[in-house]
């Protein structure tokens, strides 16, 4: 009995709380973390860049497949090459640091939650990040939206822990530091997103936390005249926490000059030293051709209308997702009836509604963008879950019975979407599709057990979210990454060759450089034979398509080595063209799908 108890103390301590994240974390976020192949086009980008950096012993110039790569700082490559240095050059390094800073801000967001709300609120936010799709995603990715992520969360518990008590009902103890070593460690955090991202490193955490600020500090009305119209007082309403005066003295209580210092601290050595070394060409591409050029218009035709996020956010925080209406309709009413945790909602409303309201003005649009505002969504949702779990909402309940039934319904459609998908562009491999089925049978029992025990109907649904999400982006995608087999065929081509020199033509994607271990030149089919006649190291990836429109026979002695399907294009078919009979070694066809890459 004594055992019993303990066990029950400890799952409710603090420590009990850090162990469970801590667990789900590791499976959802590690298992499986390198069995896929890198998925075109970002990660074998950033994981080659970082294996070039490495290999030419370069740590301020970024590199991949033989270029200046400008579209990113070099925060990530750091944390790759580290990572390469210690595992070796493979998948799983190149996605090992994102995982660990993705553990991070799940516990970053379970401290903020302890602040802003209590324990109980802060570990289920921290399960509602660790159980959603694009924030496990990125945090098992090998790009820098996990790096930033992470940063900008540090930088916002650093703030939300300067200003809360430990204890007390109002939880907001002051409205913003006054200490500054906090203000420089907090500004010199956001100095490190700068290095990660660029200027929206800044940018992002400052607004979030300057536009609760303008909100919080808004001074009472006097003798203001009430307007006859609603729509006019709504405006006026808006507006008014932009007023000049009051929007420069909340800027200047910011401590403009302290955060431009300390951020330039951290950030700008690396900057000057690249811009230096690569003539300012470096520093123009980044920032005019990737700051500037992705806010004013659509690059690389990622563009959307005003309302992208809105609806990316619905696949990018499902399972959680499905109450958004509720969760709406909920703030609403929590908004109008102020409580204790009134100005932690605001301030993650406002960590939400910047994000997402930056982005939205911005011409070039990803998913990913707007992922820096999920843990402030993830506090949301689990305050209004807690609520909902021990019947404080006053939504009526078939508003909650509606999003588990539409949980089921998605449970169903993706079953079947999955067994379509597999059957088209991924034969043999429709067995993936029992992961939507923790979807049909967690929402029906959640459904069955919201009226009557609402404390494990949200439990059961926070289980079903972890196994499902740990199932989609851990041993499905896994399986499904093995179908690409670029790998083997770069194996073949670094088995015949110790320097080898490689074309491709008609098709190219940047895993092939990363497989490659060199980098691999886009031409003309046309110039094919001449290139491939030059010497018996040069080799070529074509598709069967393009190699039938070859006006000019190959050259004697070159052949087709081996073909592989074109992974996601059923219809096309990668060929390997080059000399076997110049090399001692025989070719076979590759049928060897391991990712690693070939040093």
């Known amino acids: 009995m004594i055992s019993v108890d303990f066990g029950v103390a400890w799952m409710h301590s603090r420590f009990g709380h850090i162990g469970i994240v801590v667990a789900v974390t590791i499976i959802v976020l590690f298992s499986w973390l390198g069995a896929a192949p890198l998925w075109d086009e970002d990660e074998p980008r950033n994981a080659g860049c970082a294996a070039e950096m490495l290999e030419r012993g370069d740590w301020v110039v970024p590199w991949f497949n033989g270029e200046l790569r400008t579209h990113k700082p070099v925060m990530l490559y750091w944390l790759m090459m580290s990572a390469y240095s210690l595992f070796g050059v493979n998948e799983f390094s190149a996605r090992f640091w994102s995982a660990v800073l993705g553990t991070g801000t799940v516990l970053l967001t379970y401290l903020i939650g302890v602040r802003l709300f209590d324990a109980k609120r802060g570990l289920l936010a921290a399960l509602v990040l660790a159980s959603t799709i694009t924030p496990v995603m990125l945090s098992r990715a090998a790009t820098p939206d996990a790096v930033l992520i992470f940063l900008l969360t540090l930088a916002i518990a650093i703030y939300v822990v300067a200003v809360t008590g430990k204890t007390g009902s109002s939880r907001m103890v002051v409205d913003y530091p006054s200490d500054r070593r906090v203000l420089s460690l907090m500004y010199g955090v956001m100095g490190l997103a700068v290095l990660a991202k660029g200027p929206i490193g800044l940018v992002l955490p400052t607004a979030i936390i300057g536009m609760f600020l303008l909100v919080r500090r808004l001074p009472e009305r006097s003798g203001d005249a009430v307007s006859s119209s609603r729509i006019f007082a709504w405006v006026a309403a808006c507006l008014r926490p932009f007023h000049p005066g009051h929007f420069v003295k909340t800027c200047l209580a910011m401590k403009p000059v302290t955060a431009t210092l300390a951020c330039l601290v951290v950030a700008l050595p690396w900057y000057v030293v690249v811009t230096l070394r690569t003539d300012g060409e470096w520093t123009r591409g980044f920032f005019l051709d990737h700051n500037v050029g992705r806010f004013a218009q659509s690059m690389e035709h990622h563009g959307g209308p005003i309302i992208y996020y809105p609806l990316v956010m619905c696949a990018g925080f499902f399972p959680w997702s499905v109450f958004f209406i509720p969760l709406g309709l909920d703030l609403a009413q929590r908004l109008k009836q102020p409580d204790d945790a009134h100005a932690s909602r605001i301030f993650c409303l406002c960590w939400v509604g910047v994000v997402v309201g930056l982005f939205s003005l911005a011409g070039t649009k990803l998913p990913s963008y707007v992922a820096p505002c999920y ?71 959640s459904w069955m057990l919201l009226r009557s025990r609402p404390q494990f109907a949200i439990g059961t649904f926070a289980v079903t979210a972890i196994v499902f999400t740990a199932g989609l982006l851990g041993p499905a995608a896994a399986r499904i990454g093995q179908r690409q087999q670029i790998a083997s065929l770069m194996n073949t081509v670094n088995s015949l060759s110790s320097a080898p020199e490689l074309r491709a033509a008609g098709a190219f994607r940047s895993s092939w450089v990363f497989y490659a271990g060199h980098p691999v030149r886009e031409d003309h089919v046309s110039r094919l034979s001449p290139f491939l006649a030059q010497d018996a190291d040069h080799f070529a990836i074509t598709t069967l398509a393009d190699l039938d429109t070859l006006e000019t026979p190959l050259p004697a002695g070159v052949d087709v080595l081996a073909e592989i399907p074109f992974f996601t294009r059923p219809d096309k078919t990668l060929v390997l063209l080059g000399r076997a009979s110049s090399h001692e070694q025989t070719v076979t066809r590759p049928t060897d799908t391991s990712g690693t890459r070939i040093r």
């Open 375 to 445: 843990p402030g969504l993830a506090l949301l949702m689990a305050d209004f879950a807690v609520r909902l779990a021990e019947g404080k909402s006053s939504l009526r309940m078939c508003w909650p019975r509606f999003s588990i039934g539409t949980l089921i319904a998605v449970g169903v459609a993706l079953t079947v979407g999955l067994v379509f998908l597999a059957r088209h562009f991924s034969p043999g491999d429709e067995l993936v599709a029992i992961v939507a089925l923790p979807l049909i049978a967690g929402g029906i029992v």
